[in-house]
């Protein structure tokens, strides 16, 4: 799984030309790995400030608006793809025009319904 990590907000700040190149560069990458069979899902997020995050404390469950994390970077998104070794899925994450602007891609295996992974 590809683990996208961007600053909410920062395609606002490019150009209108930049936008439009770093969208044009995801439909590039999406079309190839739907091309290659390579693609399983993948999907965008909404905004953070969409977010409710759960936790428990003292044995009471809390409720909150916002991410867990305080962070410059949130969660944005992933792909799952399926790919013949992890150095591949990494080729991929290192395209992800969102690293370019800041953005982080994290590559981590999905675990098997056996969990041998852990």
Known sequence: MLLIWNR???TEELTEQDRT???GEVDEIMK???ETGELVDG????????TLTVRQIDGSTEIVDGPFMESKE???GYLTVECDSPQRAAEIAARWPDVRYGGAME???VMEQAGTEM
């Open 74 to 76: 949130q969660f944005a």
């Open 107 to 109: 590559v981590r295996p």
């Open 21 to 23: 190149a770093l969208f």
């Open 32 to 34: 190839e790995l739907t």
């Open 8 to 10: 909410p907000g920062f």
């Open 43 to 50: 999907q965008a997020l909404a905004n953070p400030s969409q």
